[in-house]
């Protein structure tokens, strides 16, 4: 069985920095499109940034580009988010999440394997 575990969340104050890593449990995943949501208080769960398996292309959130920066090592079968220049509005459990599918996709459901979440709080 696949499992996801994510580490690196905390406190932080308004413009500091945080680094997310997401560890798999398998190989089974190291080719997988790998992606970091997040879901604050009443929201929804959205996409925050992704990278593909075999060309890693990125992607990123307008909220975020220029401030976060997603990254892999397959060969550790971890997958980080390096957040700067954080906001309050960043404040939330970030997820990390494998899909099989080819690409990047912005729906939480076509997601197969999801780590645990780890909390963000950006205090101003």
């Known amino acids: 069985q696949v499992q996801l575990v994510e580490s690196g969340g905390g406190v932080v104050q308004a413009g500091g920095s945080l680094r997310l890593s997401c560890t798999a449990s398998t190989r089974t995943v190291s080719r997988f499109t790998k992606a970091w949501f997040r879901q604050a208080p009443g929201k929804e769960r959205e996409l925050v940034a992704a990278v593909t398996g075999i060309t890693e292309t990125t992607y990123y959130a307008e909220s975020v580009k220029g401030r976060f920066t997603i990254s892999r090592d397959n060969a550790k079968n971890t997958v980080y988010l390096q957040m700067n220049t954080l906001k309050p509005e960043d404040t939330a459990v970030y997820y990390c999440?494998?899909?099989?599918?080819?690409?990047?996709?912005?729906?939480?459901?076509?997601?197969?394997?999801w780590g645990q979440g780890t909390q963000v709080t950006v205090s101003s």
């Open positions: 999440a494998a899909r099989s599918g080819a690409g990047v996709s912005y729906s939480p459901t076509t997601y197969n394997y």
